[in-house]
Protein backbone atom coordinates (compact mmCIF):
# COMPACT_ATOMS: atom_id res chain seq x y z
CA UNK A 1 0.00 0.00 0.00
CA UNK A 2 1.29 3.61 -0.59
CA UNK A 3 2.53 5.20 1.99
CA UNK A 4 1.55 9.17 3.38
CA UNK A 5 2.82 11.08 6.18
CA UNK A 6 0.53 14.09 7.79
CA UNK A 7 2.11 16.15 9.66
CA UNK A 8 0.07 18.30 11.56
CA UNK A 9 -3.93 17.03 12.66
CA UNK A 10 -5.59 19.26 13.49
CA UNK A 11 -9.03 20.21 11.58
CA UNK A 12 -7.39 19.89 7.98
CA UNK A 13 -4.79 17.45 8.52
CA UNK A 14 -6.93 15.00 10.53
CA UNK A 15 -9.72 14.85 8.19
CA UNK A 16 -7.51 14.53 5.19
CA UNK A 17 -5.16 11.91 7.16
CA UNK A 18 -8.92 10.05 7.20
CA UNK A 19 -9.45 10.77 3.90
CA UNK A 20 -6.38 9.08 3.13
CA UNK A 21 -6.53 5.78 4.89
CA UNK A 22 -10.34 5.42 2.93
CA UNK A 23 -8.81 5.55 0.07
CA UNK A 24 -6.15 2.79 1.11
CA UNK A 25 -3.26 4.72 2.46
CA UNK A 26 -0.99 3.43 4.82
CA UNK A 27 -1.05 6.76 7.01
CA UNK A 28 1.48 7.91 9.08
CA UNK A 29 1.47 11.33 11.27
CA UNK A 30 2.49 13.69 14.23
CA UNK A 31 1.37 16.60 16.09
CA UNK A 32 2.59 17.92 19.23
CA UNK A 33 -1.48 18.01 20.37
CA UNK A 34 -2.08 14.62 22.17
CA UNK A 35 -5.50 14.85 21.67
CA UNK A 36 -5.56 15.22 17.52
CA UNK A 37 -2.71 12.34 17.90
CA UNK A 38 -5.06 9.91 19.93
CA UNK A 39 -8.42 10.58 17.42
CA UNK A 40 -5.51 9.91 14.60
CA UNK A 41 -5.02 6.37 16.19
CA UNK A 42 -8.65 6.00 16.36
CA UNK A 43 -9.07 6.18 12.79
CA UNK A 44 -6.25 3.83 11.91
CA UNK A 45 -3.24 5.93 11.46
CA UNK A 46 -0.01 5.06 12.78
CA UNK A 47 1.41 7.75 15.35
CA UNK A 48 5.31 9.05 14.75
CA UNK A 49 7.21 11.23 17.76
CA UNK A 50 8.59 13.46 14.67
CA UNK A 51 7.85 14.74 11.97
CA UNK A 52 11.42 12.83 10.25
CA UNK A 53 9.60 9.65 11.60
CA UNK A 54 6.46 9.68 9.49
CA UNK A 55 8.24 11.06 6.77
CA UNK A 56 10.74 8.14 6.18
CA UNK A 57 9.80 5.62 3.44
CA UNK A 58 6.83 7.81 2.86
CA UNK A 59 5.75 8.54 -0.76
CA UNK A 60 3.76 11.52 -0.52
CA UNK A 61 4.42 14.11 2.83
CA UNK A 62 1.63 16.20 3.68
CA UNK A 63 2.44 19.66 5.93
CA UNK A 64 -0.88 20.88 7.29
CA UNK A 65 0.23 23.53 10.19
CA UNK A 66 -0.87 26.49 11.13
CA UNK A 67 1.39 28.78 9.11
CA UNK A 68 5.20 29.99 7.86
CA UNK A 69 7.05 29.52 10.98
CA UNK A 70 5.54 26.26 11.90
CA UNK A 71 5.83 25.06 8.37
CA UNK A 72 9.80 26.01 8.53
CA UNK A 73 10.40 24.00 11.65
CA UNK A 74 8.71 20.57 10.69
CA UNK A 75 10.54 20.58 7.05
CA UNK A 76 13.90 21.74 7.83
CA UNK A 77 14.42 22.07 12.05
CA UNK A 78 15.43 18.87 14.38
CA UNK A 79 13.76 16.33 13.49
CA UNK A 80 11.91 17.70 9.83
CA UNK A 81 11.03 15.76 7.28
CA UNK A 82 14.06 16.72 5.01
CA UNK A 83 15.86 14.66 7.60
CA UNK A 84 14.70 11.38 6.07
CA UNK A 85 12.46 11.69 2.91
CA UNK A 86 13.97 9.94 -0.05
CA UNK A 87 14.50 12.16 -2.62
CA UNK A 88 11.39 11.94 -5.31
CA UNK A 89 9.36 11.95 -2.82
CA UNK A 90 6.75 14.25 -3.30
CA UNK A 91 6.33 17.28 -0.10
CA UNK A 92 2.73 19.11 -0.14
CA UNK A 93 2.30 21.97 1.20
CA UNK A 94 -0.96 22.84 2.53
CA UNK A 95 -0.37 26.11 5.40
CA UNK A 96 -1.20 29.76 4.03
CA UNK A 97 2.00 31.21 4.17
CA UNK A 98 3.70 34.46 2.65
CA UNK A 99 4.30 33.68 -1.63
CA UNK A 100 7.66 34.32 -1.48
CA UNK A 101 7.83 31.78 1.60
CA UNK A 102 6.18 29.05 -0.35
CA UNK A 103 8.98 30.09 -3.51
CA UNK A 104 11.63 29.98 -1.04
CA UNK A 105 10.57 26.61 0.86
CA UNK A 106 9.91 25.27 -2.78
CA UNK A 107 13.53 26.03 -4.02
CA UNK A 108 15.05 24.67 -0.80
CA UNK A 109 13.00 21.57 -1.23
CA UNK A 110 13.66 21.22 -4.70
CA UNK A 111 17.09 21.32 -4.43
CA UNK A 112 17.76 18.16 -1.80
CA UNK A 113 16.23 16.36 -4.28
CA UNK A 114 12.59 15.87 -3.12
CA UNK A 115 9.31 17.23 -5.44
CA UNK A 116 7.47 20.16 -3.62
CA UNK A 117 4.15 21.24 -4.40
CA UNK A 118 2.76 24.78 -3.18
CA UNK A 119 -0.55 23.68 -2.13
CA UNK A 120 -3.07 25.66 0.09
CA UNK A 121 -6.50 23.91 0.89
CA UNK A 122 -10.15 25.26 0.98
CA UNK A 123 -13.17 24.14 1.98
CA UNK A 124 -13.46 23.60 5.72
CA UNK A 125 -12.99 20.44 8.24
CA UNK A 126 -16.00 19.05 7.29
CA UNK A 127 -15.00 18.78 3.31
CA UNK A 128 -11.86 17.50 4.74
CA UNK A 129 -13.14 14.51 6.67
CA UNK A 130 -14.99 13.92 3.77
CA UNK A 131 -12.36 14.06 1.08
CA UNK A 132 -13.46 16.96 -0.59
CA UNK A 133 -11.66 19.90 -0.06
CA UNK A 134 -10.49 22.20 -3.06
CA UNK A 135 -6.67 22.07 -3.56
CA UNK A 136 -4.66 25.35 -4.73
CA UNK A 137 -1.54 24.00 -6.29
CA UNK A 138 1.36 25.08 -7.85
CA UNK A 139 4.78 22.83 -8.73
CA UNK A 140 6.46 20.52 -11.45
CA UNK A 141 4.42 17.88 -13.38
CA UNK A 142 6.78 15.24 -11.60
CA UNK A 143 5.38 16.56 -8.16
CA UNK A 144 1.85 16.53 -9.80
CA UNK A 145 2.34 13.09 -10.70
CA UNK A 146 3.79 11.21 -7.74
CA UNK A 147 1.22 13.34 -5.49
CA UNK A 148 -2.01 12.63 -7.94
CA UNK A 149 -3.39 9.86 -5.78
CA UNK A 150 -2.80 11.31 -2.49
CA UNK A 151 -4.68 14.65 -3.91
CA UNK A 152 -7.35 12.72 -5.43
CA UNK A 153 -7.83 11.29 -2.28
CA UNK A 154 -8.32 14.70 -0.20
CA UNK A 155 -9.89 16.40 -2.88
CA UNK A 156 -12.93 17.54 -4.84
CA UNK A 157 -11.39 19.88 -7.26
CA UNK A 158 -7.16 20.45 -8.30
CA UNK A 159 -6.67 23.78 -9.59
CA UNK A 160 -2.74 23.66 -11.17
CA UNK A 161 -1.98 27.38 -11.20
CA UNK A 162 2.13 26.53 -12.94
CA UNK A 163 4.94 25.56 -12.44
CA UNK A 164 6.44 27.80 -9.46
CA UNK A 165 6.06 27.33 -5.92
CA UNK A 166 4.19 30.58 -4.64
CA UNK A 167 1.52 31.15 -7.39
CA UNK A 168 -0.74 28.52 -5.66
CA UNK A 169 -0.43 30.46 -2.30
CA UNK A 170 -1.12 33.57 -3.99
CA UNK A 171 -4.20 32.38 -5.61
CA UNK A 172 -5.25 30.98 -2.05
CA UNK A 173 -4.62 34.87 -0.77
CA UNK A 174 -7.51 35.95 -3.07
CA UNK A 175 -9.30 33.30 -1.74
CA UNK A 176 -8.97 34.68 1.67
CA UNK A 177 -9.49 37.92 0.89
CA UNK A 178 -13.05 37.52 -0.19
CA UNK A 179 -13.78 34.90 2.62
CA UNK A 180 -12.50 37.39 5.49
CA UNK A 181 -14.77 40.31 4.05
CA UNK A 182 -17.88 37.81 3.72
CA UNK A 183 -17.01 36.33 6.81
CA UNK A 184 -17.28 39.96 8.89
CA UNK A 185 -20.32 40.61 6.27
CA UNK A 186 -21.97 37.72 7.73
CA UNK A 187 -21.51 38.76 11.35
CA UNK A 188 -22.33 41.77 10.80
CA UNK A 189 -25.47 41.41 8.82
CA UNK A 190 -26.97 38.62 11.73
CA UNK A 191 -25.68 40.96 14.13
CA UNK A 192 -28.30 43.93 13.24
CA UNK A 193 -30.75 41.12 12.32
CA UNK A 194 -30.88 39.55 15.70
CA UNK A 195 -30.82 43.52 16.87
CA UNK A 196 -34.07 44.30 14.64
CA UNK A 197 -36.36 41.47 16.33
CA UNK A 198 -35.73 38.79 13.40
CA UNK A 199 -35.63 35.00 13.98
CA UNK A 200 -31.89 34.59 13.44
CA UNK A 201 -32.41 30.94 12.39
CA UNK A 202 -35.29 32.21 9.76
CA UNK A 203 -33.16 34.97 8.39
CA UNK A 204 -29.97 32.77 7.75
CA UNK A 205 -32.35 30.49 6.00
CA UNK A 206 -33.93 33.82 4.05
CA UNK A 207 -30.69 35.03 2.71
CA UNK A 208 -29.00 31.76 2.32
CA UNK A 209 -31.82 31.40 -0.62
CA UNK A 210 -31.39 34.90 -1.71
CA UNK A 211 -29.25 37.28 -3.43
CA UNK A 212 -27.10 38.27 -0.65
CA UNK A 213 -26.09 35.15 0.19
CA UNK A 214 -22.00 33.77 0.00
CA UNK A 215 -20.26 30.48 0.88
CA UNK A 216 -19.77 32.20 4.03
CA UNK A 217 -22.82 33.32 4.28
CA UNK A 218 -24.24 29.90 4.45
CA UNK A 219 -21.53 28.09 6.73
CA UNK A 220 -21.31 31.17 9.60
CA UNK A 221 -24.89 32.36 9.63
CA UNK A 222 -26.79 29.19 11.01
CA UNK A 223 -23.24 28.87 13.78
CA UNK A 224 -24.54 32.78 14.94
CA UNK A 225 -27.82 31.42 14.74
CA UNK A 226 -27.40 28.01 17.12
CA UNK A 227 -24.95 29.93 19.10
CA UNK A 228 -22.26 27.39 18.01
CA UNK A 229 -19.25 28.83 18.17
CA UNK A 230 -17.14 25.81 18.42
CA UNK A 231 -14.10 25.51 16.05
CA UNK A 232 -14.53 24.19 12.62
CA UNK A 233 -12.49 27.41 11.15
CA UNK A 234 -10.22 29.27 13.60
CA UNK A 235 -11.05 32.48 13.53
CA UNK A 236 -7.07 33.11 14.45
CA UNK A 237 -6.73 32.15 10.70
CA UNK A 238 -8.06 35.01 9.47
CA UNK A 239 -5.95 37.14 11.52
CA UNK A 240 -2.89 35.69 10.25
CA UNK A 241 -3.93 35.37 6.06
CA UNK A 242 -5.39 39.17 6.30
CA UNK A 243 -1.97 40.53 6.99
CA UNK A 244 -0.63 38.06 4.73
CA UNK A 245 -2.89 40.02 2.17
CA UNK A 246 -2.25 43.58 3.17
CA UNK A 247 1.44 42.75 3.06
CA UNK A 248 1.37 41.50 -0.38
CA UNK A 249 -0.95 44.49 -1.36
CA UNK A 250 1.54 47.07 0.16
CA UNK A 251 4.16 45.60 -1.98
CA UNK A 252 2.07 45.86 -4.76
CA UNK A 253 0.94 49.27 -4.10
CA UNK A 254 -2.74 48.82 -3.37
CA UNK A 255 -4.56 50.29 -0.85
CA UNK A 256 -7.43 47.68 0.36
CA UNK A 257 -9.57 49.39 2.07
CA UNK A 258 -12.30 46.94 3.35
CA UNK A 259 -9.77 44.05 3.88
CA UNK A 260 -8.20 46.30 6.39
CA UNK A 261 -11.74 46.61 8.12
CA UNK A 262 -11.95 43.02 8.42
CA UNK A 263 -8.90 42.69 9.65
CA UNK A 264 -9.51 45.35 12.69
CA UNK A 265 -12.82 43.09 13.51
CA UNK A 266 -10.85 39.60 13.15
CA UNK A 267 -8.05 41.14 15.50
CA UNK A 268 -10.70 42.93 17.95
CA UNK A 269 -12.11 39.55 17.93
CA UNK A 270 -9.25 37.98 18.67
CA UNK A 271 -7.91 40.25 21.02
CA UNK A 272 -11.43 40.10 22.91
CA UNK A 273 -10.55 35.97 23.64
CA UNK A 274 -12.26 34.53 21.07
CA UNK A 275 -9.11 33.52 18.08
CA UNK A 276 -9.87 29.50 19.37
CA UNK A 277 -13.66 29.55 18.25
CA UNK A 278 -14.86 29.51 14.75
CA UNK A 279 -15.54 32.72 12.80
CA UNK A 280 -18.59 33.12 13.40
CA UNK A 281 -17.34 34.67 16.45
CA UNK A 282 -17.31 37.65 14.82
CA UNK A 283 -20.73 38.63 15.77
CA UNK A 284 -19.77 39.03 19.53
CA UNK A 285 -17.68 41.50 18.76
CA UNK A 286 -20.81 43.06 16.78
CA UNK A 287 -22.83 42.27 19.89
CA UNK A 288 -20.70 43.40 22.30
CA UNK A 289 -20.51 47.03 21.33
CA UNK A 290 -23.97 47.07 20.66
CA UNK A 291 -25.61 45.44 23.74
CA UNK A 292 -27.35 42.66 21.82
CA UNK A 293 -27.89 39.18 23.18
CA UNK A 294 -27.21 36.53 20.74
CA UNK A 295 -28.19 33.33 20.45
CA UNK A 296 -27.18 30.77 22.72
CA UNK A 297 -26.75 26.47 22.78
CA UNK A 298 -29.32 25.51 24.37
Given amino acids: MPVAAVIGLGIMGGGAAASLKRAG ?16 K ?6 CTSAAEAAEGADVVFV ?6 QTELVLFGAGGVVDTAAPGTAVICCATVPPDIASDIGERLAKRGLLPLDAPISGGGKKALMGEVTVIAAGSPEAFEAAGPALDAISAKVFRLGETPGLGTRAKMINQLLGGIHNVATAEAMTLGIASGLDPATLAEVVTASAGSSWM ?6 RIAAGDYAAPSLLSI ?4 LAIVTKEAEAAGMSLPLTEVARAQYQ ?3 DAGFGGEDSAALAKVYAERAGVKLPEVD
Fill in 25 to 40: FTVRGCDVSGPALAKF
Fill in 42 to 47: DRGGIA
Fill in 64 to 69: FVMDAS
Fill in 217 to 222: FAQRAP
Fill in 238 to 241: FVKD
Fill in 268 to 270: AAA
